[in-house]
């Protein structure tokens, strides 16, 4: 069996490379068959990842120790779920995973252009009149694209083949394996890799298809493409953003119960690596709107594609080598050397594809007005950039300070608290006011109409607050911020309802269902950027209102935290359920307040059997106004035990917030309703009118407030 | 003066700030990141600065006061004639705090020799890859 993957890796390297080969070649002699055979060089990728995927997936179930890599992350008391999770526990197995996933979107994207050429007919992209200019565009650029996703596989498969290998045997076979690290038997670490994943390599592909767009050319029906790319992959980019906030919120959710230390966010390395690309995807979703609708920013959006897909690369290098984790210690080098050099090889390739075709990429028309939507875009996207850019120097200014200084410095949580705070305000504020400002110019007038409410109200709450001595002041401004955005989005759900009401003789809350289902994009992005306050508010509420108290307490004893008291009231052990082998020492503490007992909980401290340490499982009394959060530190002389209790405020609307991002995104995904979709299809055909001619007025009379997105 | 320009004017000024509040975030929370034998090297001068120290876990000098919450540890550095730092955080055991684990403690070096620690860092094994044999 571990033959069989191995040597599916081989067959799929192989295969791999021949179909970027193929595609290349025939795509440029304008060679059906050629590229039909790419084609099927890419669908028999997929089929030997898959192959050397369940190889593994079988291996660790079975529970195969003579393969180094099941041996470390597998034994056999795990249960079959967690066996499973052990595929993305380590280096190999998660590298292969990022290349299962990256061949399985560039099937996906060459069947989405088979289909699209087949409703074409034979490429005939001048056609638009018969054929969507969305469909031409995509038969043109979709085997583009998947070449270079191709491309990037042979990345991943030389590395397989060579540094990682998950197939390696031992020399000696161990009786039983290490077993997954303890902390990672979660359900949410089960979730979160896979999801983290689904969004790094989803951002391969608008990168390809970026690619696609800037090699096509000077053929007939380039142009056309190529005002496509941005269109086409929206649900790509939209979609691979979604995942890796699911992957980023479940890491959060993982660290804050399961690491046992009150918090969700540390600053580490490895969740900069996520968040980095997060921040650059975010202002790529929304520069690319203005690429798409206005033929804005055309240079800004290839390079913020191209970041985020670098940066997708460094997080995986980031998290699965050792380069950060530890003083002098540069890891893994070959490894090292690997990323480096395929980075760099991207970043001089994008570059000089950027140079060669600089004339493609102009603008169709330059910024308009200060105050538009487009400045605001601009904003928004600097901050973004400006916020990555901070995470990223935080991030490895440990490794330029080794290279540059010969000795290693660090910057502490401190670098990152004090940076992010006022750039996460500015970001708050402007998502309150980006979607409501007009395109191309908007005037006073329209501001006032649109921000009048929301701001008395930010501002009332903020006197308000101030005069009840709520303190810092720039939590003040953080909770005022969210108010500003939370009154901005309601009002507009309200105003369109009310609107539509009226004019469609419809009962309001009907009225709402067929507005927003009709403007998915636009009421889903003020659904996330409602998430966004609900988020900052329960970032700000847990940062700054925490309290925490430790204490030995004999049973019977108390400690206050705040309004809350902790009563230990006996300490007992059991086998854990569903762990047979782990035994849990567990204390009952009741959680009162005011006199009045709201719980009892039963934080434990469990131990495994192949490991001298326990583990520290935290009980968590949440609600939406705090959650209190208690600690068994450790049972001492007699029946004396350690308690640490914290009040966390308001972590739950990070959650709530997450959940509503989650469903905001999806929201905006879902496929439009047809009759708006023919609208936009408008729009589209209007917009590739002006790319084509480049001599037509911008869209007349869609200046002020009624296309906000 | 056209638009183009006032914009890029506006993004440039954006930039600057930025870069200025990293220059300075940079200057005041940058902490010297050491080995034990490193700090050791250095004697007095680390007094009082703020370090990140990396060494191993002597298991057998780990001593928890339950009454004051106070933890003491050593960290040695085997690669440095087995040098020691001793430890002193106020706080609770993290988890993962076994023999010979490496870990790194964030803090500051007292007048009295001994480290005390604001932060204690485990790392994870299975966070990180793990380094091969001899790799080091």
């Known amino acids: 069996m571990p033959e069989l993957g191995s040597l599916a890796l081989y067959v799929g390297l192989v295969v791999a490379a021949y179909s970027v080969v193929a595609l290349a070649v025939g795509l440029t002699a304008g060679n059906g068959r050629i590229v039909g055979s790419g084609r099927g060089g890419v669908i028999a990728t997929l089929l030997s990842t898959t192959l050397a995927s369940f190889s593994l997936l079988y291996l660790l179930v079975k529970g195969d120790f003579s393969v180094g890599y099941v041996a470390e992350y597998s034994s056999r008391g795990l249960p079959w779920f967690y066996k499973l999770s052990a595929f993305w526990a380590g280096q190999a197995g998660s590298l292969l995973l990022w290349l299962w996933l990256l061949t399985a979107y560039a099937t996906a994207v060459i069947i989405a252009g088979t289909r699209a050429a087949s409703a074409t007919g034979a490429g005939a992209i001048g056609a638009a009149g018969r054929t969507r200019p969305e469909t031409a565009a995509q038969a043109v650029l979709a085997p583009r694209a998947a070449a270079f996703l191709q491309a990037i596989s042979v990345f991943f498969f030389t590395l397989l083949v060579t540094v990682a290998k998950p197939f390696a045997r031992l020399a000696e076979v161990p009786a039983d394996g290490q077993g997954l690290n303890p902390l990672l038997e979660n359900p949410g670490m089960v979730i979160h890799p896979v999801a983290t994943y689904l969004g790094y390599v989803g951002f391969a592909v608008p990168f390809a298809f970026a690619l696609a767009a800037l090699t096509l050319g000077t053929r007939p029906g380039a142009e056309i493409a190529r005002a496509a790319w941005v269109r086409l992959t929206r649900k790509w980019t939209l979609s691979a953003w979604l995942f890796l906030s699911i992957g980023i919120l479940t890491g959060m959710q993982w660290a804050y119960v399961e690491l046992g230390w009150g918090g969700y966010w540390a600053w580490d390395p490895v969740e900069n690596a996520s968040l980095i690309p997060w921040l650059t995807g975010t202002a790529l979703i929304h520069s690319a709107m203005m690429q798409e609708r206005k033929g804005l920013l055309k240079f800004w959006n290839l390079s913020l594609v191209t970041a985020t897909f670098l940066l997708t690369i460094f997080g995986t290098y980031l998290t699965r080598s050792d380069v950060l984790s530890s003083v002098h210690a540069f890891g893994d080098r070959q490894m090292g050397l690997y990323f480096l050099g395929f980075l760099s090889f991207v970043v001089v390739g994008t570059v000089g594809l950027v140079i060669a075709r600089r004339g493609q990429i102009a603008d169709d028309r330059p910024i308009e007005a200060y105050i538009s939507k487009e ?23 440990p490794v330029v300070t080794r290279n540059l200084l010969g000795r290693e410095v660090a910057v502490g949580p401190g670098f990152y608290n004090r940076l992010s705070l006022p750039l996460g305000l500015a970001i708050l504020v402007l998502a309150g006011l980006c979607p409501l400002i007009a395109w191309r110019r908007s005037s006073l ?55 539509r009401a009226r004019s469609h003789g419809e009962n309001p809350v009907a009225a709402l269902g067929r507005l927003t289902t009709r403007n998915r994009r636009r009421y889903g992005g003020y659904l996330v950027h409602l998430s966004v306050a609900l988020i900052a508010v329960g970032i700000t509420g847990s940062s700054v209102y925490k309290v925490e108290a430790t204490q030995t307490l004999n049973p019977g004893q108390s400690l206050n935290v705040g309004a809350y008291t902790v009563t230990y009231q006996k300490l007992d052990m059991r086998e854990a359920p569903n762990h047979p082998g782990v035994v849990e020492v567990f204390a009952e503490t009741a959680v009162s307040r005011n006199g009045r007992q709201l719980a009892v909980l039963a934080p434990k401290k469990q131990f495994y059997p192949n490991r001298e340490e326990p583990g520290t499982e935290v009980a968590i009394l949440g609600g939406l106004a705090r959650d209190v959060y208690v600690i068994l530190a450790g049972r001492d002389e007699g029946m004396a035990a350690t308690f640490k209790v914290m009040v966390n405020p308001l972590v739950a609307w990070i959650w709530i917030g997450g959940f509503l991002l989650v469903f905001g995104t999806g929201f905006a995904l879902w496929p439009q309703a047809r009759q708006a979709a023919a ?31 | 003066m056209n638009k183009r320009t006032r914009i890029a004017i506006g993004v440039a000024v954006i930039f600057v700030a930025l870069g200025y509040l990293v220059f300075t975030g940079v200057a005041r929370s940058a902490t010297y ?53 001793s430890a002193v955080y106020h706080g609770i055991r993290p988890d993962g705090m076994d023999d010979g684990r490496d870990i790194v403690i964030e803090g500051k070096l007292t007048d009295q020799g001994s480290f005390d620690v604001k932060n204690i860092l485990v790392k994870c094994p299975s966070k990180y890859e793990a380094q091969p044999a001899g790799g080091k």
Do not use: C, H, Q
């Open chain 1, 445 to 499: 007038r329209n501001l006032r109409d649109n921000f009048l409410v929301p701001f008395v109200a930010a501002l009332v709450f903020a006197g308000l607050a101030l005069i009840f001595k709520v303190r810092p002041v720039w939590a003040v401004v953080a909770f005022a911020g969210a108010v500003f955005v939370g009154v901005t989005v309601v009002l507009e759900f309200a105003r369109g309802a009310m609107v």
């Open chain 1, 679 to 709: 609208t936009e299809y408008g729009t589209l055909r209007r917009n590739f009118a002006v790319a084509g001619a480049g001599a037509v007025p911008a869209a007349a009379g869609r200046s002020v407030g009624g296309d906000a997105r």
């Open chain 1, 375 to 397: 400045t605001s875009f601009l904003t928004n996207n600097v901050l973004l950039v400006g916020t990555a850019f901070v995470v990223f120097w935080g991030t490895i200014f």
């Open chain 2, 33 to 85: 990141y050491l080995t034990v034998g490193e700090i050791k090297a250095k004697g007095a001068s680390m007094i009082g600065r703020s370090v990140r120290v990396t060494g191993k876990l002597d298991g057998a000098s780990l001593k928890w006061d339950p009454t004051k919450i106070v933890l003491t540890f050593d960290l040695t550095d085997p690669a440095a004639g087995g040098s020691r730092v």
